[in-house]
C-alpha cells in the first residue's frame, strides 16, 4: 500500500500538480476501480468512514486531474459526466438495463475507417461506444 501511495505522489508531481489529501485521495480512488464513477459517487465513497471532502473539493480535483490527462472524463449517458484513470486508449460498452460499463481494448475495433467523413473534417481521436445488454441482465 505504501508503495502504491509513493507511485501515486510521484505520478502528481510529475504532472506539476500540488500533492493534496483530496486530490491523493480522488485519484487513489479513481485508480482502485474500473466503474467509471460519477463526481457523486467518488464523494460518497471518500466520506464513508468521515466525511471530510466536499462536493466542490472533489470537482475541482477532477478537474485538475482531467486537465494533465491523469483522468479523462467519460459521457456514455445524456447529462452524466463519469471518470476514469484509465487514460489509454480504448472504448466502452454500456449496458442499458443496469447501467454497468465496461471498457473494451482499442484494438476489438481495428477497421473503423474514418475517411468517410465529408471533406473539411479532420478527425483527432475517436471512441466507440457500445450499448446493448450485459450477461447478467440477460438470465
Known amino acids: 500500500m505504501q508503495k502504491e501511495a509513493a507511485a501515486i505522489v510521484k505520478r502528481l508531481k510529475k504532472n506539476k500538480l500540488r500533492v493534496t489529501p483530496q486530490r491523493f485521495a480522488v485519484y487513489a480512488n479513481l485508480l482502485a476501480r474500473t466503474d467509471h464513477p460519477t463526481a457523486e459517487q467518488i464523494l460518497s465513497d471518500l466520506n464513508q468512514t468521515a466525511p471530510t471532502s466536499s462536493q466542490a473539493t472533489v470537482y ?4 485538475a486531474l482531467r486537465q494533465v490527462g491523469l483522468v479523462r472524463e467519460v459521457l456514455l449517458e445524456e447529462g452524466v459526466s463519469r471518470y476514469d484513470a484509465n ?3 480504448h472504448h466502452h460498452f454500456r449496458c442499458r438495463c443496469c447501467g454497468v460499463i465496461e471498457d473494451i ?3 476489438t475495433f481495428q477497421s473503423i ?6 471533406p473539411g473534417i479532420q478527425p483527432e481521436r475517436y471512441e466507440v461506444t457500445v450499448q446493448g445488454v450485459c450477461d447478467r441482465c440477460q438470465d
Open 87 to 89: 487514460v489509454d486508449s
Open 105 to 107: 481494448p482499442w484494438k
Open 60 to 63: 475541482s480535483a477532477l478537474q
Open 113 to 118: 475507417n474514418l475517411q468517410g467523413l465529408r
